[in-house]
């Protein structure tokens, strides 16, 4: 799963939405907003299936991502501060790509929940369905209860273990870590899964621990970055965004002489590390890799043998510089001996 997900990021990166958790807090504020101004309007807003089926009210695939999660009260505010606050350092350090497919793979987790409740449902609970010769299985009850917010539980499991050693302050007062609030709330559901006689609310919980066990637990090299990791991704994606505009600025290393500036426009594939010129600026421009340096550094024919070689351990590279001095003395030596 994490090589399938590799091709998918290299494909459809660039579709990615950014800032989707304030984007988010938008719609759940138009939807509170809709709820008080309008609320006869929020029964068209449900996942119903049998109206998307036999009545083509197609928008309700999407409309129901409208709904409110709770209803609005000091307690949500809080709920709903902390949820952006997590949702955007997960998407930093994550990656815009990685957390779109979190979130709207827990919608549609959600989504295929709404499905399986409309079908077993009535089978199984018939006395919460509303069951009629015109309608058939209208399922009202489930529609009803399809929303964001169990998505926004997994998004909470997904940011203790994103960060389990971050303290925060409960009550403002005790400082506890992630980790074991993660812990807690995941003891509490799997606790809730079998205490709780609601059918509804157990396939919504599965689907949202499906969601954090197949993208957060198994594929995990996907997901968790180190800090060092993600500041890496971050700086190469502002490069690459620098690069589109032209105002590359390239870093002076181990005292090479960057004399040059890309001026071209659009994003270059090859840059010089001591003049920085790409081949915008010049198509005829040929590039190498140097051999000589300690990682994948690429300069133009004119600097590929006029430049300080890059060491990642200028001590054991000086050393080798001493070794062959040595040998070269001692052959010297011998040759005049002889």
């Known amino acids: 799963?994490?090589?399938?997900?590799?091709?998918?990021?290299?494909?459809?990166?660039?579709?990615?939405i950014r800032n989707l958790t304030n984007i988010m807090m938008v719609i759940y504020a138009i939807s509170y907003i809709i709820e008080i101004a309008t609320p006869e309007l929020m029964p068209y807003l449900y996942f119903n299936l049998y109206d998307i089926i036999y009545h083509y009210q197609f928008w309700r695939i999407i409309s129901w991502v409208l709904l409110p999660p709770e209803a609005l009260d000091i307690f949500i505010i809080f709920?709903?501060?902390?949820?952006?606050?997590?949702?955007?350092?997960?998407e930093?350090?994550?990656?815009a790509f990685r957390y779109n497919v979190f979130i709207f793979s827990g919608i549609i987790f959600m989504m295929i929940g709404a499905i399986l409740l409309y079908f077993i449902g009535p089978?199984?609970?018939?006395?919460?369905?509303?069951?009629?010769k015109e309608y058939g299985y209208e399922v009202i009850y489930t529609s009803h209860h399809v929303s964001t917010s169990y998505v926004n539980f997994s998004l909470f499991l997904a940011y203790a273990i994103t960060y389990p050693e971050l303290e925060i302050y409960f009550m403002m007062l005790i400082p506890i870590k992630m980790k074991y609030i993660g812990f807690a709330y995941g003891t509490y559901i799997l606790y809730s899964l079998f205490k709780v006689d609601d059918l509804m609310y157990r396939v919504y919980t599965v689907m949202t621990l499906?969601?954090?066990i197949l993208l957060v637990v198994?594929?995990?090299?996907?997901?968790?970055?180190?800090?060092?990791e993600s500041r890496r991704?971050?700086?190469?994606?502002?490069?690459?965004?620098?690069?589109?505009?032209?105002k590359y600025k390239p870093k002076k290393v181990d005292g090479s002489n960057v004399v040059g500036l890309s001026t071209g426009k659009g994003l270059a594939r090859h840059r010089c590390v001591v003049c920085g010129r790409t081949e915008?600026?010049?198509?005829?421009?040929?590039?190498?890799?140097?051999?000589?340096?300690?990682?994948?550094?690429?300069?133009?024919?004119e600097h590929l043998h006029n430049h300080v070689h890059i060491k990642n351990n200028p001590v054991a590279s000086s050393e080798e510089g001493d070794s062959k001095e040595t040998k070269t003395a001692e052959s010297s030596q011998s040759d005049n001996n002889s």
């Open 79 to 90: 709920m709903f501060l902390f949820y952006w606050h997590a949702g955007n350092s997960l």
């Open 233 to 246: 991704r971050y700086v190469f994606k502002k490069e690459i965004r620098e690069g589109m505009k032209g």
């Open 280 to 301: 915008l600026d010049d198509p005829n421009l040929e590039f190498r890799f140097c051999s000589q340096c300690d990682g994948e550094y690429e300069y133009c024919m």
């Open 218 to 228: 198994v594929s995990r090299r996907f997901f968790l970055t180190t800090p060092e």
């Open 1 to 16: 799963m994490y090589n399938f997900l590799i091709k998918l990021e290299r494909k459809f990166a660039r579709y990615s």
């Open 92 to 95: 930093r350090s994550w990656g």
């Open 210 to 212: 499906l969601n954090v």
């Open 123 to 132: 089978h199984v609970y018939p006395e919460i369905f509303e069951v009629s």
